[in-house]
């Protein structure tokens, strides 16, 4: 019997680089606000010309290189994306053309700042049954092309780039070790953009309204993520029939660094098996968590044989957490 495990994995994010002081120039805020209240003191940010696709085919074509397959050979390709290019087709149909990854399957998922881990676990299923050998899962997302930057309740919260894996089989007891996949539908309303959807059709006066930007409830938010962060995380570490005691690296969604606090205080880790880079990169959305674990592997903080826990939260409310064992 087989698993599904990431075979290789990459990331990109841009290089225009905007700091707390240049959004002191901008909104009404200082650094030291957002550094204590995030844990933030920068984001990378797309320019004009560059849209998430951009992102997810720098990211892709690394993790293909890592893992040391052409794009010909991809069965599948997942984008989860909140920011696609254009609301259709899905962003995966550009990736994969300009990836040259003629025969993959292709389709963007929807899941906010949790799309990595769902499309993980949707990725997964296809390596496990079988059906597919090589399966593309990137989390790419451009925030800033939907912020207000009238707004310094969510301005200074985030930025822009992608993380890809590639899925294939690995021996059993390696790999994807469990999931755990939730939403809380009646939060909604807590973060979304209320326009230019079928609800709110794009019009003159949802543009005057500001309706295509980012609204959020940053309290509602972020009691739902102190919540669930641990909590997801722990059911998925039971899954795996583990404890705590066994994880080795925690990957949480990097939105603010007093969520990431709770829930590692939550799981009882050490900060020395915590990985954070929020303070470079803001909440980049369904690319946190790739971003995070990509820089992990780089820097030793991942190594063979790791017990890795991915865990995320974000719009619908969703949440979700993987426990995976690295390769050896
Ligand atoms: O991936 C999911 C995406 N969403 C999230 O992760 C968001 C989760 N929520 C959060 O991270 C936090 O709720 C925020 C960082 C958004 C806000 O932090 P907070 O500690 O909950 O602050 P608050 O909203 O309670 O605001 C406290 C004060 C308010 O002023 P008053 O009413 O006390 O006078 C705000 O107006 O801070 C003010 N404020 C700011 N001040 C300076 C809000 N934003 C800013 C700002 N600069 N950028």
Same mark, same amino acid.
């Given at each position: 019997?087989?698993?599904?495990?990431?075979?290789?994995?990459?990331?990109?994010?841009?290089?225009?680089?905007?700091?707390?002081?240049?959004?002191?120039?901008?909104?009404?805020? %200082?650094?030291?606000?957002?550094?204590?209240?995030?844990?933030?003191?920068?984001?990378?940010?797309?320019?004009?010309?560059?849209?998430? %696709?951009?992102?997810? +085919?720098?990211?892709?074509?690394?993790?293909?290189?890592?893992?040391?397959?052409? &794009?010909?050979?991809?069965?599948?390709?997942?984008?989860?994306?909140?920011?696609?290019?254009?609301?259709?087709?899905?962003?995966?149909? !550009?990736?994969?053309?300009?990836?040259?990854?003629?025969?993959?399957?292709?389709?963007?998922?929807?899941?906010?700042?949790?799309?990595?881990?769902?499309?993980?676990?949707?990725?997964?299923?296809?390596?496990?049954?079988?059906?597919?050998?090589?399966?593309?899962?990137?989390? @790419?997302?451009?925030?800033?092309?939907?912020?207000?930057?009238?707004?310094?309740?969510?301005?200074?919260?985030?930025?822009?780039?992608?993380?890809?894996?590639?899925?294939?089989?690995?021996?059993? *007891?390696?790999?994807?070790?469990? =999931?755990?996949?939730?939403?809380?539908?009646?939060?909604?309303?807590?973060?979304?953009?209320?326009?230019? *959807?079928?609800?709110?059709?794009? %019009?003159?006066?949802? +543009?005057?309204?500001?309706?295509?930007?980012?609204?959020?409830?940053?309290?509602?938010?972020?009691?739902? @993520?102190?919540? !669930?962060?641990?909590?997801?995380?722990?059911? %998925? +570490?039971?899954?795996?029939?583990?404890?705590?005691?066994? !994880?080795?690296?925690?990957?949480?969604?990097?939105?603010?660094?007093?969520? !990431?606090?709770?829930?590692?205080?939550?799981?009882?880790?050490?900060?020395?098996?915590? =990985?954070?880079?929020?303070?470079?990169? *803001?909440?980049?959305?369904?690319?946190?968590?790739?971003?995070?674990?990509?820089? &992990?592997?780089?820097?030793?903080?991942?190594?063979?044989?790791?017990?890795?826990?991915?865990?995320?939260?974000?719009?619908?409310?969703?949440?979700?957490?993987?426990?995976?064992?690295?390769?050896?």
């Amino acid at each position: 019997m087989w698993n599904a495990g990431i075979a290789g994995i990459g990331s990109y994010a841009p290089e225009r680089v905007l700091t707390n002081s240049d959004l002191e120039k901008m909104v009404d805020t %200082s650094d030291e606000w957002i550094r204590t209240r995030t844990g933030i003191s920068e984001r990378h940010i797309c320019d004009a010309d560059m849209a998430t %696709s951009d992102m997810a +085919v720098k990211a892709a074509a690394a993790a293909l290189e890592d893992a040391g397959v052409e &794009a010909a050979d991809v069965d599948m390709i997942i984008v989860a994306t909140v920011t696609p290019d254009m609301p259709f087709p899905a962003t995966a149909c !550009i990736v994969q053309d300009r990836l040259g990854a003629g025969k993959a399957a292709a389709f963007d998922l929807q899941a906010g700042c949790s799309g990595f881990i769902y499309a993980l676990t949707v990725g997964s299923q296809y390596i496990i049954s079988g059906a597919y050998r090589n399966v593309l899962v990137i989390g @790419a997302d451009a925030l800033t092309k939907v912020t207000d930057w009238e707004d310094r309740g969510t301005c200074v919260l985030f930025g822009d780039g992608a993380g890809a894996a590639l899925l294939h089989r690995v021996p059993s *007891g390696s790999g994807l070790l469990s =999931f755990k996949l939730g939403a809380v539908g009646s939060g909604a309303d807590y973060l979304k953009i209320p326009a230019g *959807g079928s609800r709110l059709p794009a %019009s003159a006066d949802t +543009v005057a309204e500001r309706g295509h930007f980012i609204k959020m409830e940053g309290n509602e938010v972020y009691k739902f @993520a102190v919540r !669930i962060m641990g909590e997801a995380a722990l059911m %998925s +570490v039971e899954e795996a029939g583990l404890t705590t005691e066994d !994880i080795d690296c925690l990957i949480p969604h990097q939105a603010n660094i007093r969520i !990431i606090d709770a829930a590692a205080r939550r799981l009882g880790l050490p900060p020395e098996k915590v =990985f954070i880079n929020v303070q470079r990169y *803001g909440n980049t959305s369904a690319a946190s968590i790739p971003l995070a674990l990509k820089e &992990a592997v780089d820097s030793g903080k991942v190594g063979p044989g790791s017990v890795v826990v991915m865990v995320g939260f974000g719009a619908g409310l969703t949440w979700g957490a993987v426990t995976l064992r690295w390769k050896e």
